[in-house]
């Protein structure tokens, strides 16, 4: 029988923990065919919103979840995982910028890094969503001495789905069909997404999308996507966040 996958996932009660879960334990994130443990983790405070998760991933009667454990300590939490997605930080609130977070989190990845490095697999591969991304992801990986640096990236399939979607909608393309988008720098207002090398139908975007666009409505319509959510909505991206966490480490 094939050796069961353990998967660490940080807060694991918050909304893109909910609704990463259980895509897991479906087989979305390492196929059809690969049990999976979920080895979910939170602050004491909320550990306890986590039993009716786990009364409800038992109902679902998965049958690649072979194991469900909750953890109020990352020490337990991180105990011979091969995965682990860091998705557990301070939110970013309406009129907040990453450099607003960097000092809150810290601490959080800080330790999670410890944690990691004592007690994780030593073929761990740790994908960090929680904001900012690529700060959270060096100061993890910092704290990690004995783990290749290698093992640890920041998380920016979100910006790169949003501006696929954002080319599809202008030329009326199936997402499908769009190839070579880039984001180039952080999780961020200062990110640049790059269609110069994007393929529409194999054709260059270049000849399809116009300067003026790109320049003035897709780069800042990406850039700005987070900020705008979280005004519509009243909260951060969650189900789309799950998406992409998914897709990433997949």
């Known amino acids: 029988m094939t050796r069961p996958t353990r998967i660490a996932v940080t807060g694991a009660a918050g909304n893109i923990g909910y609704n990463t879960i259980f895509r897991i334990a479906a087989g979305e994130l390492l196929g059809p065919e690969q049990p999976v443990i979920l080895q979910l983790i939170e602050v004491p405070a909320v550990a306890d919103r986590l039993k009716g998760t786990v009364m409800e991933l038992v109902d679902c009667a998965f049958p690649l979840l072979q194991d469900v454990t909750v953890n109020d300590n990352a020490d337990d939490g991180f105990k011979d995982a091969d995965i ?52 959270n992801a060096l100061i993890a990986s910092s704290n990690a001495p004995d783990l290749q640096s290698s093992q640890f990236c920041a998380m920016t399939r979100l910006d790169h789905s949003r501006a696929l979607n954002q080319v ?34 194999g054709k260059p975007a270049a000849r399809l999308l116009d300067q003026d666009w790109l320049e003035h409505e897709f780069i800042p319509s990406v850039q700005q996507r987070g900020a705008v959510i979280i005004k519509e909505r009243g909260a951060s991206s969650a189900a789309s966040a799950a998406t992409a966490a998914i897709r990433h480490t997949r």
């Not at 309406?94 to 030593?122: C, P, W, Y």
């Open 84 to 135: 682990a997605l860091l998705i557990g930080a301070r939110p970013r609130g309406a009129g907040m910028e990453r450099k607003d977070l960097i000092a809150v989190n810290a601490e959080i990845f800080s330790t999670q890094g410890r944690a990691l490095n004592t007690h994780a697999s030593r073929e761990i591969r740790v994908v960090v969503i929680g904001n900012p991304a690529n700060t």
């Open 168 to 201: 599809a909608e202008k030329t009326n393309t199936p997402v499908s069909n769009i190839r070579q988008m880039t984001i180039w720098g952080n999780h961020s207002s200062t990110q640049y997404p790059d269609a110069n090398n994007c393929l529409i139908n």
